[in-house]
Nanobody, 119 residues
């Protein structure tokens, strides 16, 4: 069973940077895509950034120009570089892998890592 383990969260001040990493227990090239989602208290989980097997990326409008997602297939990791952090970026950040077997697709989630940005 695939496992995803996030790391890199923490408490920072507005304007600072953090880098999140997600380590997979299997070859990430076998996944259709990987992404980072976040969930703030009282809000729904939302997509932050996603990268496909072909390295196509998409970002939430709120993080465009500030966040960058990348993947290292050799290390089976996906990272999220977060710059110019804002208090509204505070949330639990989850790593996600999109798996496909035949016509069936499903998502696998990590346990989440807390990011807190103080003003």
């Amino acid at each position: 069973q695939v496992q995803l383990v996030e790391s890199g969260g923490g408490l920072v001040q507005a304007g600072e940077s953090l880098r999140l990493s997600c380590a997979a227990s299997e070859n990430i090239s076998s996944f259709n895509a990987m992404g980072w989602y976040r969930q703030a208290p009282g809000k729904q989980r939302e997509l932050v950034a996603r990268i496909t097997n072909g390295d196509s990326t998409n970002y939430a409008d709120s993080v465009k120009g500030r966040f960058t997602i990348s993947r290292d297939n050799a290390k089976n990791t996906v990272s999220l570089q977060m710059n110019s952090l804002k208090p509204e970026d505070t949330a639990v950040y989850y790593c996600n892998a999109e798996v496909q077997k035949g016509i069936v697709t499903w998502g696998i989630w990590g346990q989440g890592t807390q990011v807190t940005v103080s003003s």
